[in-house]
Every structure is written in C-alpha cells, then in structure tokens.
C-alpha cells in the first residue's frame, strides 16, 4: 500500500490533541501560574507600615472567581494605592506597577508556556 506523505495525518493527530484541551481551564491554569509568580515576585516589594497595624504585605493573596484570577488585598484593599500612587504628603512608590513591569516577560512566558505545552502533546 503506497504511503501518503502529504502530511494529513501529522497535522490531524496535532488538531485531535487541540481538541482534547479545555480553554478555560487551562487559561485559569496558566493565569494563576503566573499571578502566583507575580505575587512571590511583588511581596518583597510591597512597603511596611510603621505603625502597629495590618501590614498589606500580609494581606495579599491570589483569588480564582467568575473565570478571572487575580491578586488582591483583603482588608487593606482600600490602602494599597495610596502607597502605590502617592498621596499631597506621601511620595508615590509604584511597588505593583514597578514590580509588573520588571517582571512582564517572565509573566508572560509563564502563561503561553503551558499553552503551548499542552498543545503540542
């Protein structure tokens, strides 16, 4: 039986693998790989109060909801961006953005990565 070399059955054994996959999960997959990366990048980062109360840098976590991941305080929300952008008697310190924009390529790679990872087989 003569072969046929045209390369139909490589690239529908590689669209039988893409079809396999679960998009939303394995972009929230992805997603909080890299929001875990940026949150163990940003920590160091994030400034600490002097005064004796709730320190932001020990109310941040990752949160997956309503297919969306992000990193967010909890208690302190309200507070982060007056460190962040800065206030008339308080100079702006840019720890999230700074931190973000140091570690983009990195972030993104992490989430094509496992993209490509899965589709490739």
């Not at 790989?33 to 163990?40: I, V, W």
């Not at 008697?89 to 993104?108: D, L």
């Amino acid at each position: 039986m003569p072969s046929n070399k045209n390369g139909f059955s490589e690239i529908s054994d590689y669209l039988g693998n893409l079809s396999k996959v679960d998009p939303k999960k394995l972009s929230l997959e992805s997603l909080e790989e890299a929001a875990n990366f940026y949150l163990k990048q940003l920590l160091p980062n994030i400034p600490k109060s002097l005064l004796k109360k709730k320190h932001m840098r020990d109310q941040i976590k990752v949160v997956v909801e309503n297919d969306q991941v992000k990193v967010q305080f909890e208690e302190t929300a309200f507070y982060w961006r007056f460190a962040e952008n800065g206030t008339t008697n308080q100079r702006a310190q840019h720890f999230a953005s700074g931190t973000y924009e140091q570690n983009k390529e990195k972030i993104e790679e992490i989430m094509t990565r496992k993209i490509l990872d899965l589709w490739e087989g």
